[in-house]
Every structure is written in C-alpha cells, then in structure tokens.
C-alpha cells in the first residue's frame, strides 16, 4: 500500500530531505512541485536525507496542475490549517496524493477553496502558526498507514531481553 507526497514549492531543504527520508522509509512516492526554493544538489537537502535518496521515487513537477492532470483518476487530500476536518477524519485510498504547501504560505487559498472537501488539517493550541512541514508529513502519511494496519511496513521487533 503505496501514498504519495507532494510537496508545493518547499522552500527549505532540510524539510525536504527529511520527507524524503520519510518516503523511503514508508515505501511512498515523494513529488516535488517547481520552483523549488533551493537546487537538488544543496549539501542541505542531501545531509538531511542522509543515505535514503537511493531509496526515493522522485517525481518532479512543473506545476501543481501538470500534476493534478497527470493524476486525475486519484484521489487528492491537501493539507492546511485553514480546514475544517482534522487529517483523521479522512480515509485513505491506497494510492491517494497528500499535498503540502510551502512552509512560509502554505497552499494557494484559491486551490483550496477547489477543493475544499478534501482539506484537512492537524490540531494545534489556539496562536500557533503551523507545524514544521517533514513533522506534518510525518504525523498525516502514518495516520493513513494506521488505516491500512500498517500494510507494507511491519517489521520483526529488535528489541532482546538479557
């Protein structure tokens, strides 16, 4: 069982190598939408996804309807903290996309109101901006795998009494 991650314009590349990480880790696609707001080869984006790059199904995108084009048979969740419904009220298909904005903007209010139905959001205490990005990433991708029952991901525990 199989989810895709978009990220839409990320902006600073420790956050995108610790999605990618997370994406080799869960076996998910990670998409990453242009501009970017560093280059691929940055020492940053590569610390952070340390040895995993190898491990990634990377996608890039020119624009956010070239890849919603692409797509159109999938089904689209886009996260944001302007929703109405939390990330655990959804279910999610296997296959689906989890769209993520740019950590300083978030995503476009007008792709938002389109799609209104489909965005969800994390809870937070009342004042507080946003979540890190590879954090909201992380705490949405593994609700959809609880779903699942972690389908794909179970491995034998490593832990030995002595």
Known sequence: MAFNIVLVEPEIPQNTGNVARTCAATGCSLHLVRPLGFEIADKHLKRAGLDYWPMVSLFYHDSFDELRAKFSDKQF??????????????????????????????????????????????PMMEG???????????????????????????????????
């Open 77 to 122: 969740y886009f996260a944001t903290t302007k929703a109405a419904k939390y990330y655990a009220d959804v279910n999610y298909p296997e296959g689906c996309f989890i769209v993520f904005g740019k950590e300083t903007k978030g995503l476009d209010e007008e792709l938002l109101y389109k799609n209104y139905e489909n965005c969800i959001r994390i």
């Open 128 to 162: 507080n901006r946003s979540l890190n990005l590879s954090n909201s990433v992380a705490i949405i991708l593994y609700e959809a795998f609880r779903q699942c029952g972690f389908s794909g991901l179970k491995s034998e525990g490593r832990l030995t009494k002595y």
